[in-house]
């Protein structure tokens, strides 16, 4: 092969694989073939179509683009020729417990309990000998069939000694740093204004169709290439599953600017749940 055409080819290929806008499904004839078709790339159960390059008897993937699925920042250096495979900033304040409740599970007002639930999710964060079911908060604060106000989850936490604060005005930069600092947080949103995510393997956007007044639980973020997510335990699952069984309510991500215009036009107000200290 001429010095010519291998340097075709590895333009062609770390174009591909750095940049994935081709769009191509076309055959290249010179001496060897070169083909751009469309696969199905899956990664950690997720799956989609992106272009790819075959040559030679080796499939050519684009590396960015699984380095997106994979939370991970893809770079090239022309000049060293180096590509870079880093992590970007991410926090996640889980547990080595269970404390994610599905509100599909929550009686005979599950419809309406994502604030119960969620109020129970974050009590169980605080304090792992949180034993309270989230029909007892249900009856605690009985609203008959009617969903709960964001003043019932500050009372039903000072009811049971979980520390929080109250604060106005959501915004990235003191959410990121309660995040940091190693809290979660209650927001109340309006679902009208999340992306919906039709895709059954992805783990990003809102998985169902409702739209209204919802809560949910804020528990870290995600950076990738310039587009901040926030992590979430969104209660809403409904019994909806990935392949491996993980309901679709855990470890959720969406974009951080829709999700607190989603909660600037409900209410505009969190509620930042620090751990229990005995």
């Known amino acids: 092969m001429s010095k010519y055409l291998k340097g075709f080819i590895a333009g062609i290929i770390i174009t591909v694989i750095l940049t994935i806008a ?36 080796t499939m050519y993937v684009p590396l960015k683009k699984v380095g997106e699925r994979l939370f991970k920042e893809v770079s090239w250096d022309e000049e060293t020729s180096t590509v870079s495979i880093d992590d970007y900033l991410s926090i ?3 547990r080595k417990y269970e404390w994610y409740i599905d509100q599909k599970d929550t009686g005979i007002y599950s419809r309406v309990n994502c604030a119960p639930t969620v109020s129970v999710m974050a009590a169980k964060w605080a304090n792992e000998n949180f034993n309270k079911t989230v029909q007892d908060a249900r009856e605690l604060y009985k609203r ?41 947080i209650i927001i109340c949103i309006d ?3 999340l992306s919906e995510v039709p895709n059954d393997f992805r783990k990003t956007g809102k998985f169902y169709p409702a739209n209204g007044g919802h809560a949910l639980i804020v ?14 335990y969104d209660p809403n699952s ?40 005995d």
């Open 22 to 57: 081709l769009g191509f499904n076309t055959v290249i004839n010179e001496g060897n073939d070169i083909i751009f078709n469309s696969i199905s790339l899956e990664v950690n159960g997720e799956k989609d179509d992106e272009d790819a390059i075959s040559y030679e008897g």
């Open 92 to 94: 996640s304040n889980n």
């Open 144 to 184: 008959h069939e009617g969903a709960w106000y964001e003043s019932y989850i500050r009372r039903f936490l000072s009811t049971y000694d979980i520390p929080f604060t109250y604060a106005y005005k959501t915004n990235i930069k003191d959410i990121k740093e309660h995040l940091i600092q190693g809290n979660i």
């Open 191 to 193: 679902t009208t204004y």
């Open 219 to 232: 528990k870290g973020f995600k950076e990738i290439t310039n587009c901040l997510y926030f992590e979430v």
């Open 238 to 277: 409904g019994g909806r599953k990935y392949e491996d069984g993980t309901l679709k309510g855990k470890d959720r991500y969406y974009k951080a600017v829709e999700l607190l215009y989603a909660a600037q036009r409900w209410q505009d107000t969190y509620i930042v749940v620090s751990k229990y200290e």
